[in-house]
């Protein structure tokens, strides 16, 4: 924290909420705001409070395949604090406060497609739904894989996680997800570069070396298919294909 530091973002990465109390202590104490990043974390909980109502304000992205997604692109951002809001809608309507003058810059066309509006608005009676079938398959591949040398996603206490991707981690990756394709399983990375080694972000004069952990694990993980659709036939084709992988190593 310096004297540039204006806010706190943390990020609610693959659907459990990061732990909020001593950010929200951190950003009382130096005047900064605590902005909730929720875009993986629809529904999520900690101590029973929903993810985006601790900060100040949060935002979350309905891209098709979020855990409540559009059929194309959307997002929202959502805030208790009515200065806040007013400024968040005019920062997505050119900057107006009224039709038609604009009373800052700069500012942006950001208004939600009332389709995809009406889309979310029937998915979101869902989202339970949802979050509950991802659960399921989280519990199956606690079944199937958590006896193995595969490190699975663990829930903190206080959090509900809502699996929005099931990472796992093996100092092995690569040389698994070459042996999956021979099961003609294709895994993602989620995500294969830390922020600080892109080269969009070298001018924040970090770079590789300067976050040894974020690297190392970068290079250990993988995610496990998970929608809430995943039927168990091909959940358990996954992970018996995991499992001889693993053994032949
Ligand atoms: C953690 C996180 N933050 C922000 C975004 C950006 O959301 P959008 O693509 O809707 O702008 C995404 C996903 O795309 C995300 O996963």
Redesign the pocket.
């Known amino acids: 924290i310096t004297e540039r530091t204006k806010g706190l973002l943390p ?1 609610h ?1 693959y659907g459990q909420c990061v732990d909020l109390a001593p950010l929200k202590e951190l950003a009382a104490k130096h005047g900064l705001s605590l902005l909730e ?1 929720c ?2 974390a629809h529904g999520a909980r900690q101590n029973g409070t929903v993810a985006g109502s601790t900060g100040d304000a949060a ?1 979350f ?3 098709p395949t ?1 855990v409540l997604g559009a059929y194309g ?3 929202a951002t959502i805030t208790s604090d009515e200065a806040v809001e007013r400024k968040l809608r005019r920062l997505r309507y050119y900057g107006m406060e009224e039709r038609y003058y604009t009373v800052e810059t700069p500012a942006h066309n950001s208004r939600l497609d009332e389709v995809q509006a009406e889309i979310l608005r029937r998915k979101l009676k869902r989202l339970d739904a949802y979050v509950d079938g991802r659960r399921a398959v989280a519990r199956r591949y606690e079944e199937g894989l958590g006896d193995t040398e595969l490190k699975l996603p663990k829930t903190t206490p206080g959090n509900e996680h809502v699996y929005y991707v099931y990472v796992v981690r093996h100092p092995a990756r690569d040389e698994i997800l070459e042996r999956l394709k021979a099961y003609d399983i294709h895994l993602n990375i989620s995500y294969p570069w830390p922020v600080h080694t892109m080269t969009g972000f070298a001018h924040l004069g970090y770079g590789t070396g300067s976050l040894p952990v974020t690297e190392k694990l970068a290079g250990e993980i993988f995610s496990l298919p998970m929608y809430p659709a995943l039927s168990t036939d091909l959940q358990d084709k996954v992970v018996h294909a995991v499992r001889e992988v693993l053994s032949a190593l």
């Open positions: 990020v990465l990043d875009a993986q935002a992205s309905f891209y979020k692109d959307g997002g």
